[in-house]
C-alpha cells in the first residue's frame, strides 16, 4: 500500500532523511536511492508517495519514492526565485559603480567571489557525493564575507547543497549581514576614503 507523508528532515549530504506520514504514526527512514524519479535531490517540505518495508534491524524504511509533483509546483509558486535577492544586490552595486559611489574593482569582486563560491560550492557537493576530500566550511563562509555570497546563495538553492543545516546557515547569514554592511559602510564618506586608499595600497604593491 503507498503512503503519503512529508520529508521532514533531510541530510543532503549523507543522502539520507525521515519521511512524516500524512496519517500519522512514526518517521520513516529514507535513502537517496528509493527515490524512483533523480531528476531533483529531496528537500525538507517535500511531499512524497512511497511504500514501507522493514530492514535487518526490523526497522520500517521507504522504498520505491516518488514526488508529489503538482503540490511541489505550487508551493514553487509562492516561492521568490533565488535569483531575487542576489541580483537585486549585484544591481545597487553596480548602480552605486555607474554612479561613481563605489569603484569598478569592487562589484569585479563581488562576481569574481560570486562565481569562485558557485563553482566550490559545486565541487563540494560532488565531493560530498563521491567520498573525496571536502571544501572547508570556513572557506565558504570566507567566500561569501568577501562578497561572494550571491553566487554561494545561488548554489545553496540550485544545487540543494549546505541548505538545511542549521549551524552552517547561522553563520552564512551572518557573513551576508556582514557584507551588506561593509558595502554600506563603502558608501559613506569615511568608508569611501579608506576603500580607496586600501585600493591604492593594493595597487602600487602590484
Given at each position: ?39 531533483r535531490r ?107 555570497w550571491p ?44 576603500l580607496s ?10
Amino acid at each position: 500500500m503507498r503512503l503519503q507523508g512529508t520529508i521532514t528532515e533531510w541530510k543532503d549530504e549523507q543522502g539520507f532523511g525521515f519521511i512524516t506520514p500524512s496519517d500519522g504514526g512514526p518517521r520513516v527512514f529514507v535513502h537517496i536511492k528509493s527515490f524512483a524519479n533523480r531528476h531533483r535531490r529531496p528537500a525538507e517540505g517535500d511531499i512524497v508517495h512511497f511504500e514501507t518495508t522493514s530492514d535487518a534491524q526490523g526497522r520500517a524504511r521507504a522504498v520505491s519514492v516518488s514526488f508529489e509533483e503538482k503540490a511541489i509546483s505550487k508551493e514553487a509558486a509562492g516561492r521568490p526565485s533565488p535569483v531575487v535577492f542576489p541580483a537585486f544586490f549585484l544591481v545597487i552595486v553596480g548602480a552605486a559603480v555607474l554612479l561613481g559611489r563605489l569603484p569598478v574593482a569592487l562589484l569585479v569582486l563581488d562576481l569574481t567571489a560570486s562565481l569562485a563560491a558557485f563553482v566550490v560550492y559545486y565541487q563540494d557537493k560532488l565531493a560530498a557525493r563521491l567520498g573525496r576530500w571536502r571544501t572547508p566550511e570556513s572557506t565558504l563562509h570566507l567566500l561569501a564575507l568577501i562578497g561572494g555570497w550571491p553566487g554561494a546563495l545561488l548554489a545553496q538553492r540550485l544545487l540543494r547543497h549546505k541548505s538545511s543545516k542549521v549551524s552552517f546557515l547561522v553563520v552564512f547569514w551572518g557573513t551576508v549581514i556582514l557584507s551588506c554592511a561593509a558595502h554600506a559602510w563603502c558608501l559613506t564618506p569615511s568608508g569611501a576614503s579608506e576603500l580607496s586608499k586600501w585600493l591604492e595600497t593594493v595597487g602600487a604593491s602590484k
